[in-house]
């Protein structure tokens, strides 16, 4: 019994050691996660309806950009995760850059129980950053207000 016990023991140690065995190209160190992509924007969401008013709240977005046309997820949040449980986004944006104006953008809204739809249009405040004018309605009333939204670096 005691040589089934210590071979049973050797098995054990022989296949933990093959498995934090590592390749020596390995790097020591993990790859930092941190990095801000391209892609990323912040900014904050002012706006009043008849019995409430937004001020300053903290959004974030991730957009694609082709043909001067950016487009993607919207969140209600600083740190690109949902808000509200509406799971991977809290909506989607879509806006078009031209000369120094933003045309043409849709917000639409999907927080459970919220959602709505939001119109606009702005100016490029500097290269990556916008100020956009917007209008709209969802549960707490039809919006009147401002987001501004700045490429993360």
């Known amino acids: 019994m005691n040589t089934r016990i210590f071979t049973n023991l050797l098995i054990v140690s022989l296949a933990a050691g093959s498995f934090s065995c590592g390749d020596d190209n390995e790097p020591d160190t993990p790859t ?14 002012n706006s009043k309806t008849e ?15 082709e043909n001067n046309t950016y487009s993607g997820q919207f969140f209600i949040s600083s740190n690109y995760t949902s808000c509200c449980g509406s799971g991977q986004n809290d909506g989607t944006i879509s806006f078009i850059v031209e000369d120094d104006s933003v045309k043409n953008f849709v917000w639409n809204d999907i927080i459970p129980g919220c959602t709505g739809t939001f119109t606009g249009r702005g100016i490029v405040v500097r290269e990556g950053s916008f100020k956009i004018d917007i ?7 039809t919006h009147d207000g401002d987001i501004t939204l700045s490429k993360q670096i």
């Not at 990323?40 to 969401?45: C, I, M």
């Open 135 to 141: 209008e709209g309605t969802d549960c707490d009333g």
């Open 32 to 45: 930092p996660t941190t990095e801000t992509p391209d892609n990323r924007y912040a900014g904050l969401w």
């Open 51 to 65: 019995s409430t008013q937004f001020n300053g709240v903290s959004i974030s977005a991730i957009l694609e950009v």
